[in-house]
T-cell receptor, first 113, second 110 residues
């Protein structure tokens, strides 16, 4: 079954802690993306990667970091520098760049307690 | 960078009526315009998309129109059904990654 898997579905973090969100795809897509969604708002781009070992900042990269060591994996770390990390995080992939269909995972809801 | 505006933010229609959602974009280099449907607690799913060399595209009850000169595109849903109730997002992409509108919550009343 091909698709994008995000884990965990729910995540709780204490203030001051770093946390890593997992995103794996078996679609053989080159490009992967991380978006943040706040209640009642659209999706905002955090980071994207168009090829292994390369990634670019999106519109709201401050307080986040990523790596792309394998084609199928694009983990996102929410660092303690992110001032308001509570949100719904969505990972996506596409076969090439941004002008091809993006497939989304089911999301991770992160809550800072 | 690209900026996408979407209206209305909420839309309530009677079952069987049509629904129209409108978006405008700012970057004339954008050439790909998808529409996504998001159900509560889930990731968005593509329902239809259009490229800049096409003015209109239809898929059963769903259609999208694009006006490149005015930089706007619209989603049309005909014969709405209760299962169409969800949040709909438009997006535009010049190349790097999709930029999304703020979403429209569609409620179809039985």
């Amino acid at each position: 079954d091909g698709g994008i898997t995000q884990s965990p579905k729910y995540l709780f973090r204490k203030e001051g802690q770093n946390v890593t969100l997992s995103c794996e795809q078996n679609l053989n897509h080159d490009a992967m993306y991380w978006y943040r969604q706040d209640p009642g708002q659209g999706l905002r781009l955090i980071y994207y990667s168009q090829i292994v070992n390369d990634f670019q900042k999106g519109d709201i990269a401050e307080g986040y970091s990523v790596s792309r060591e394998k084609k199928e994996s694009f983990p996102l770390t929410v660092t303690s520098a992110q001032k308001n990390p509570t949100a719904f995080y969505l990972c996506a992939s596409s076969i090439a760049g941004g002008n091809t269909e993006a497939f989304f995972g089911q999301g991770t809801r992160l809550t800072v307690v | 960078g690209e900026n996408v505006e979407q209206h209305p933010s909420t839309l309530s229609v009677q079952e069987g009526d049509s629904a129209v959602i409108k978006c405008t974009y700012s970057d004339s280099a954008s050439n790909y315009f998808p529409w996504y449907k998001q159900e509560l607690g889930k990731g968005p799913q593509l329902i239809i998309d259009i490229r800049s060399n096409v003015g209109e595209k239809k898929d059963q009850r769903i259609a999208v129109t694009l006006n490149k000169t005015a930089k706007h595109f619209s989603l049309h849903i005909t014969e709405t059904q209760p299962e169409d109730s969800a949040v709909y997002f438009c997006a535009a992409s010049p190349r790097r990654a999709l930029t999304f509108g703020s979403g429209t919550r569609l409620q179809v009343q039985p």
